[in-house]
């Protein structure tokens, strides 16, 4: 066995390998580097024996202790579930006016509704219920059905235009311009007319005005105020769904609008959607 050379400066040994004339040191490592690393590696066996660790095809190991985060994440979550049982189902047995005046239960049904809200409703209405685009912000009081504890619950246990509820909140909006119903240019007047009502303007009488009368004011009122029982919104204010720009009206006029909320019903039990409904009616805009 060749031995290495020993550098004439350092004093250390060098590992042979040379390098146009550079040679490597073969300097050791520290002793505290090496207990450190041979206590990782020691540390990695045990938890591999006592915990889940390796992939296995239809799962993993399960360890010698038999530690499952899923089971202490179940336990939790049951744990929280029975503390909660008796308040749960206090809200289920009562109607939403008791329920608004205990103090106790409503706080309960206020948290539980801000969390279910954050899981189910967010994805369309936003994180702080501001809404988007065919979303309706939920912190005003503009209300396609009513802003009341009575008519938000009905809305979020059966839904809007959903087919397969038959209790579902039904309105349809003829498509002006797709059905052929008005002409280009007598959509372009009732468009003018519908943004003049939301700036409070003296809406512009003539074509737009009669065109408006004859075919809005049934569902959205002779002045644009709207109709909650329709589902008709109100357009005399600065508060648009879609939109309020001149396009998007006669967008909106020419081809509809026709969005659909779910029916929570089948998805989630009553006393959740209690307090969903209780929390969106305490978020400002609640009749």
Same mark, same amino acid.
């Given at each position: 066995?060749?031995?290495?050379?020993?550098?004439?400066?350092?004093?250390?040994?060098?590992?042979?390998?040379?390098?146009?004339?550079?040679?490597?040191?073969?300097?050791?490592?520290?002793?505290?580097?090496?207990?450190?690393?041979?206590?990782?590696?020691?540390?990695?066996?045990?938890?591999?024996?006592?915990?889940?660790?390796?992939?296995?095809?239809?799962?993993?190991?399960?360890?010698?202790?038999?530690?499952?985060?899923?089971?202490?994440?179940?336990?939790?979550? #049951?744990?929280?579930?029975?503390? /909660?049982?008796?308040?749960?189902?206090?809200? +289920?047995?009562?109607?939403? !006016? *008791? =329920?608004? &005046?205990?103090?106790?239960?409503?706080?309960?049904?206020?948290?539980?509704?801000?969390?279910?809200?954050?899981?189910?409703?967010?994805?369309?209405?936003?994180?702080?219920?501001?809404?988007?685009?065919?979303?309706?912000?939920?912190?005003?009081?503009?209300?396609?059905?009513?802003?009341?504890?009575?008519?938000?619950?009905?809305?979020?246990?059966?839904?809007?235009?959903?087919?397969?509820? #038959?209790?579902?909140?039904?309105? /349809?909006?003829?498509?002006?311009?797709?059905? +052929?119903?008005?002409?280009? !240019? *007598? =959509?372009? &007047?009732?468009?003018?007319?519908?943004?003049?009502?939301?700036?409070?303007?003296?809406?512009?009488?003539?074509?737009?005005?009669?065109?408006?009368?004859?075919?809005?004011?049934?569902?959205?009122?002779?002045?644009?105020?709207?109709?909650?029982?329709?589902?008709?919104?109100?357009?005399?204010?600065?508060?648009?769904?879609?939109?309020?720009?001149?396009?998007?009206?006669?967008?909106?006029?020419?081809?509809?609008?026709?969005?659909?909320?779910?029916?929570?019903?089948?998805?989630?039990?009553?006393?959740?959607?209690?307090?969903? &409904?209780?929390?969106?009616?305490?978020?400002?805009?609640?009749?």
């Amino acid at each position: 066995m060749t031995k290495n050379e020993i550098d004439e400066i350092s004093g250390t040994e060098t590992t042979g390998h040379d390098w146009d004339g550079i040679r490597e040191l073969d300097t050791p490592m520290p002793r505290w580097w090496l207990w450190t690393f041979y206590a990782c590696i020691l540390f990695s066996l045990v938890y591999v024996i006592l915990y889940p660790a390796i992939p296995l095809v239809n799962g993993a190991t399960k360890g010698w202790l038999g530690y499952s985060t899923r089971i202490e994440l179940k336990n939790s979550i #049951d744990v929280a579930l029975d503390e /909660q049982k008796e308040s749960r189902l206090k809200i +289920e047995n009562a109607s939403l !006016a *008791e =329920i608004k &005046a205990d103090p106790t239960l409503l706080s309960f049904a206020q948290a539980g509704g801000r969390a279910a809200f954050k899981v189910n409703c967010i994805q369309c209405h936003g994180s702080g219920a501001e809404g988007s685009k065919g979303n309706p912000n939920l912190n005003d009081d503009d209300w396609l059905w009513g802003g009341s504890l009575e008519t938000i619950h009905q809305t979020i246990l059966h839904g809007i235009r959903y087919e397969q509820d #038959d209790d579902t909140r039904l309105s /349809q909006m003829p498509a002006f311009g797709t059905d +052929e119903l008005l002409t280009p !240019a *007598e =959509i372009d &007047a009732v468009a003018d007319y519908v943004i003049s009502l939301s700036k409070a303007e003296t809406p512009p009488g003539g074509e737009g005005a009669d065109l408006f009368a004859a075919n809005c004011a049934s569902c959205h009122g002779e002045n644009g105020g709207g109709n909650p029982e329709m589902g008709a919104p109100a357009l005399n204010d600065q508060i648009w769904l879609y939109g309020g720009s001149k396009e998007t009206v006669v967008e909106s006029i020419t081809k509809s609008r026709r969005a659909v909320m779910p029916a929570w019903a089948a998805r989630l039990d009553a006393a959740t959607i209690k307090q969903l &409904a209780i929390y969106v009616h305490g978020l400002g805009g609640g009749q």
